[in-house]
């Protein structure tokens, strides 16, 4: 047929295919969207002939492709076909493999593969850029094995293959899944902010002091007293991950409200679709790293918070052992301390 000004291939089966008389369907006329009265055989030309004997050439490879209709269930019907191509002796320069569509080749996984390392590597470029920080987009990242966690367990659950289609469905479910951990660590410094601001702390460089800056964060209450310090991003932590909270569960909830339609099928005896392993890949990953991100990263952004006051204090100590900064004035004695 040409459609849309190019050459296509027809392909129709029937049951009864070996009791059909094409001269009879030759025969038959058809009426044309002006009202005209064709007869089909000036049209198309019909010949029966079995798939098996095509021979395709290309790349100087030669190949033949097998078709056939299998009625089961998915789990049996990719057993059926490992035990037959298992099976299969071929002399030397031969080779059997699944083409379902199913599954990728070396060079498209080797593109999936550096599609993921790229998308990683300008994550963690623009987080740290955003934060001013080495450590909270590492913090970030941690998100994406909290949802890994979450498509290995719902995959061995339904007993599915983790086909081409569920590794699109990651790369899907990372958007999500690094936005949410973005908006709560972003919270987090905020509340540091706010909280830094109604308490009026003395603003400087010196102990006891935030420093002037706009973006203040977790790290930046180093200078400030250990109990100080630790109240403020301890209340940081918790009022922020409450205010955040509904915000990560309607956004992570509506998208797996939405992919949902993905796994119902009328038929059951039908075998998987494309569609059903990417919708099993982001429901799980998104199910796993929204109880996660919420009740880890939270505990996580305290112990990364308190390295970096450690790194920091031991960076002022080394500076003055070698002169490089005054020591702190030492305190009154005549003062009495609050």
């Known amino acids: 047929m040409v459609l849309e000004g190019e050459d296509q291939q027809l392909m129709l089966t029937f049951d ?3 009791e059909i008389e094409y001269d009879q369907v030759l025969g038959r006329t058809m009426t044309t969207a002006r009202g005209q009265k064709v007869q ?51 002399p030397y320069g031969y080779t059997a493999e699944d083409m379902s569509g199913e599954q990728l080749d070396e060079d498209e996984e080797e593109e999936l593969k550096q599609t993921l390392w790229l998308t990683l590597a300008f994550i963690f470029m623009a987080l740290a850029a955003m934060f001013e920080s080495f450590f909270l987009p590492l913090l970030v990242l941690m998100s994406f094995p909290m949802a890994l966690a979450g498509v290995g367990a719902i995959f061995c659950g339904t007993v599915s293959e983790f086909d081409s289609s569920a590794k699109v469905g990651l790369i899907l479910m990372f958007g999500i899944v690094v936005n949410n951990s973005i908006l ?77 339609p993905l796994l119902y ?7 998987k679709d494309i569609w059903e392993n990417l919708a099993l ?19 996580l952004y305290w112990i990364f918070t308190r390295w970096g006051w450690g790194f920091a204090r031991f960076g002022r100590w080394t500076k003055r052992k070698r002169g490089k900064l005054a020591p702190a004035p030492a305190p009154d004695p005549t003062v009495a301390p609050e």
């Open 184 to 260: 709560l660590i972003n919270r987090f410094r905020l509340m540091v902010r706010e909280i830094i601001e109604d308490n009026d702390y003395p603003t400087g460089d010196g102990d006891g002091q935030v420093p002037k800056k706009r973006r203040i964060g977790g790290f930046d209450l180093w200078r400030l007293p250990g109990p100080e310090r630790q109240h403020v991003l301890r209340r940081a932590i918790v009022e922020g991950t409450r205010i955040q909270m509904r915000s990560i569960l309607l956004t992570s909830g509506t998208t797996i409200a939405g992919l949902l």
């Open 281 to 299: 890949s982001s429901i799980g990953g998104l199910g796993s790293s929204t109880v996660l991100i919420l009740s880890a990263i939270p505990a």
């Open 265 to 271: 099928k009328k038929d059951a005896s039908q075998g």
């Open 16 to 18: 009864d295919a070996e």
């Open 40 to 90: 089909l055989g000036r049209l198309i030309s019909i010949e029966q002939r079995p798939e098996i004997s095509s021979i395709n050439r290309h790349d100087q490879r030669y190949s033949q492709m097998l078709n056939w209709e299998y009625i089961g269930t998915d789990r049996m019907r990719r057993q059926y076909i490992k035990d037959i191509l298992d099976g299969i002796e071929l």
